[in-house]
């Protein structure tokens, strides 16, 4: 668990998935944990998860891991919601770098709403270079060309994200409500009722 401060008009509100949960307006509102002690060993296995009901399904960053200075530097990471070429909107979408090359950027077709609660997670497997993507414990997308090289960890921002600053679209604050946050160091690989399943390994006793 890390501390976060609340910024802008993020608040806390008891209308939260699993008790209370963090709302955001979309206007520079996020809460962060900044110059974080003990960094993120984000160079291999990964999974994140959370719980979103949106009021804007067309641009909001749900995590950004970098520092939040108001420029987009390399070796950050961004995971959003955003509308797709097409005008579909409530796509996710996670971002590397500067969001360019063959493994900066992956979208996932997921079509949220707004106004619905959704557990929505991505793993990552650094020995294959892929990240697969869930909403409500189906998995949406499998094996999704991603690189994850150097993490820059000084900040953990939950709402907003430098990406957008930068120029890169649909990278912008989020509007609705996040709840239950999760960064684990390894991938997971099934889903309980919208509650992520660690892999299920063999048992050695006799």
Avoid at 16 to 40: F, R
Avoid at 102 to 121: K, R
Wanted: hydrophobic fraction near 30%; aromatic fraction near 10%.
């Amino acid at each position: 668990n890390r501390d976060l401060t609340l910024s802008g008009n993020a608040a806390l509100t008891a209308s939260g998935k699993m008790g209370y949960g963090l709302e955001l307006q979309g206007s520079n509102d996020y809460a962060i944990a900044d110059d974080v002690s003990t960094p993120l060993d984000m160079n291999s296995d990964w999974s994140m998860e959370a719980w979103i009901n949106l009021d804007d399904n067309t641009d909001g960053t749900i995590l950004f891991i970098g520092e939040l200075d108001g420029n987009g530097d390399s070796n950050e990471f961004s995971w959003t919601i955003r509308d797709d070429d097409e005008g579909d909107n409530g796509d996710m979408q996670v971002c590397y770098d500067d969001c360019s090359g063959s493994g900066g950027t992956e979208t996932f077709q997921s079509n949220l709403v707004t106004g619905i609660w959704y557990h929505v997670a991505i793993t990552y497997d650094d020995s294959l270079t892929d990240v697969d993507a869930y909403v409500n414990g189906k998995r949406i997308e499998e094996d999704g060309s991603f690189t994850v090289s150097t993490f820059s960890e000084d900040d953990i921002v939950i709402g907003e994200s430098d990406m957008d600053d930068e120029g890169h679209d649909y990278h912008g604050d989020f509007d609705g409500t996040i709840d239950d946050v999760r960064i684990l160091n390894y991938q997971k690989f099934a889903f309980g009722g919208g509650l992520m399943i660690s892999k299920v390994q063999p048992s050695t006793d006799t």
